[in-house]
């Protein structure tokens, strides 16, 4: 019943299946492999973007400590200058009273001197005043007497 050409083909199929198995277990090996590999590439993809998250995050808290910083740098330096702007406008118009008073004082020695016209375009209308009474020291020598006080008055006043 068995003929040799039957037992031939019986071997080449245990040889050709034999290869066959050879074959799956060397593509899952590969499988194996390839899913090894897409484990590991997927892991340091992780890592990557979650290292890249983490140096986000670093530098989204400095750049809010250095705004914050700077925010206050501005609060301060807004708040000195108003001090230095109202502190001109002071000094702005003191220097404007000041110059008035100048020039008050200024148009009154001319008068006192005998000037007749005045700074200002006015005319020294009114009496010449009496030079004695324009310098202080002079005022001592109408009384002819000396002004006297002893320590006992000085505290009554």
Known sequence: MASPGGTSSGSSLLQ???SEEDLQALMDQKRQKR???NRESARR???RKQKHL???TAQVNQLRKENSRILTSLTLTTQHHSAVEAENSVLRTRMVELGNRL???SEI???LNGNTTITSGLFCDGPQVNNSFSN???LMYMNQQPIMASVGNMFLY
């Open 136 to 138: 202080p020291w002079n």
């Open 35 to 37: 899913m090894i590999s």
């Open 16 to 18: 050709t299946s034999g």
């Open 54 to 56: 983490d140096d986000l």
């Open 45 to 47: 993809s992780r890592m």
């Open 103 to 105: 020039q008050s004082l």
């Open 109 to 111: 020695l001319h008068c």
